[in-house]
């Protein structure tokens, strides 16, 4: 975009005008200056369909009345496609109702990640994992700018409950941070470049991010290059001015103009620059101007054919969901050969299709699943129907399960619909339980007594316990599917569709498994991330959990067989990898083929492995295809906080092909590029040197010389003091030897080793070059601990009995005081071979033969014997 038009634009408004855009005019839409070639941009929610409000009543506050729209699967289902050309298609055909309906930018998708089933919008959101939701989040951004719409990539950042969302202040480490929630952002804001991002209402490490320069600012603009707008959330502003300073661009809604004028003030009385106020204006007009470019593009919308989209929500429902059991090949269902289906429970003719919240659309129309299988079966099946349970309460009504029951008796097969009613699940409150209501459960065991071919199909949100799953022989996971719910549904159980969905989240066991159960809400208004990088599979994996259904995991009518497996690593550290995929069952179907990768022997602990590409490839019986994916080097590191940088561990790194996180059908190593060597620091530890040649270089020499130079032992038999030195930064040397090396000896120590000086070698008297200016300072200490000056010169009981053994007139002092038996013999023998000192020997010796006063005595005798060769420092 022209940045001198919009900078010629800025300047024709004057200073109320410009903070007049900080915030909406209203609901749905920004401020606009007309005359000024300024437009306003509209809006509206949500990620699976419009929701365009309907002009409410007067004086009525809410989520009101919307227009009519097609409701698509929401993202906790479309995520289960594993297919970004899916998304993207559904984007694309969100995109053009709203282009028909004057919209500009939509209000998602949401990509928050799945930390806690108990999240009360999990439905609002695609995974566990930030590899896929970040991907599917950039097909979304490109479907919908395929028609020239905008999308905002909400909600940042650490939106991951519901509870007290609007004040929580969530704890979340660095590396957390970095791997697991900005991840998904990151990815879809480098590789999609949306127009707007929504940031979030919470705050993250003690700061609201509606001000947080580090989130705003440093990392979103800086860092990943983004070049739209930051909305807020609606109503997520708490001090305006310093969200103007932190990078928040457009507070919405429209606040009647109360925090504009707190900006207004701000730049009159010189608390905020206005060069800051300027960067937001320009931002804002560019997002306006590009939003009338799009527009302009776009030209006048053709209208929308909704049976097309009607059939396109049907198509993602059907590849999104996910049979988790099919005992005995029980589906697809033969409808030649069947001639009673029962059909039963309340949300067969009443689905839940959609989440309540600010996403709630309002459909063209809801197909049901009764009325879908009643089309597919026409009239050669005889469908027989019961309630099952109620959803208005839990209680367990005896008349309602009986007739289930009777009626299940009665069919060649049931289907079962259950699932968690509306009011369970919603924007605003999280859940309390992962548990169906008591009422269905009782109804589809009885139901599974009296009819062993019993299918159940889900309908929920957020995860579910399903602790009767050994009940039924099918399960089919249907999340929530949107308005062609019943026709996708249908599709699945008479096979007019394989099912090809996969698991975008871990189904536990129970949820005191899942891995943020200890943490989740939090205490009031903070909430400690205490699993850390540990979310979904990456825990199960590592603490080796049993799970009901893994991540990545579902069935299909066919199946697939995995060969072949290729990877090999170029020098720039991109890895190709491939394999072969074949069908070898007998009907067509779509496999999604899942890359993860490990690092089993690494140091630092990282999940045992983590998705890094996935695809998914449609297959005729027989057919084999081969699959390609291409790794960068970046897929194979970590974020180490310390260093702040994405880091690479040496050595092999494993790359694993599979059906689920579980399901690992081939794996190879590959050795990739060895990483720059990390600069060493005052921090940086014994270990650290020794990883570094340079480093290892010096070790070497302070561990062989240093006794010669300075006179005092290092003694590498003392296993306490060895594990102290492997224990201790760099830094420490200059307080443990009582400043003999100084903060100068530390800096030379890291010039030489980080390679910031010419010489090859490392030279130890360099440590010692300011020991005479020190001297002065510490005269009286080091004579106090190191001994007198000419210390060094002279043998001590600190020496290796071996050298005093060597030197006769050392020898004649032991002499003096040893008995004679132990001056010669084995004893000896092996005091010498073990190198040990002599006041080690004292210590060895009992008392009443070499009392600690003949030890004072001895060393005050040797400390009269100059030492050979001795080395001047
Ligand atoms: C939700 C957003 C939504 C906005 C507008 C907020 O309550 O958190 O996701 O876009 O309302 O409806």
Redesign the pocket.
Known sequence: MDSSLITKLRRKLNLEQMTSLCSGEN?WETKSYEALGIPKVVMS??PHGL?VEAEKEEGKIG?GDSLPATCFPPATLAACSFDESLIKEMASAIAREARTAGVDLI??P?LNIKRSPLCGRNF?YYSEDPYLSGHLAKAFVEGARKEHIGA?L??FLGNNQETRRMTVNALIDERALREIYLKGFEIAVKEAGPMAV?CS?NSVNGEFLSQSKHFLTEILRNEWGFEGIVMT???AVYDRVKGVKAGLDLE?PGSGGVNDHKIFDAIKEGKLKKTRLNEMAERLIAFALEAEENRQAAGTPEPVDINEQHLLARRVAAESMVLLKNEDSLLPLDKEKLKTIAVIGKMAFDPRYQGS???KINPYRIEAPYDAIAAETADGVKLLTAQGYSDSSDEKHKRIVREAVETAGKADVAVVFAGLPDKLES?GYDRTTIKLPENQLEMIQRVCEEQPNTIVVLFNGGVVDLEFEDQPKAVLEAWLGGQAVGAAVSDILFGRVNPSGRLAETIPMRLEDTPAYINFPGTEDSVNYGESIFVGYRYYDYVNRPVRYPFGFGLSYTTFEYSDMKASAADDGTVMVSCRVKNIGERAGKEVVQLYTGKPDGKVQRPIRELRGFTKIDLEPGEEKVVVFELSKDDFTYFNPTRNAWTQEEGLHMVLIGASSRDIRLEAEVALPAPPLPKLTRHSYMDDFMANPRGRQVIEVIMSQFQSVTGKIIDTEDNFFMTMLHGTPVSKIVTFTNGLLSDKSVDRILEFVNGEDDSETFDIRCLFEDKEEKRNWFQSMLEGIFGKKEDNAFYTVDCPVRDLMANPETRAVLAKYCPDEYMHGEIMDMIISMGVTMRKVQKLIPDEYYPYSLLTTIDEELRLIPKDNKEEI
């Open positions: 609901n929610d949500g929701r989520v209000l998602g949401g609002e905002t909400k909600h929504m209402y959330d609606w109503g919405m919240g600010s996403s924007e």
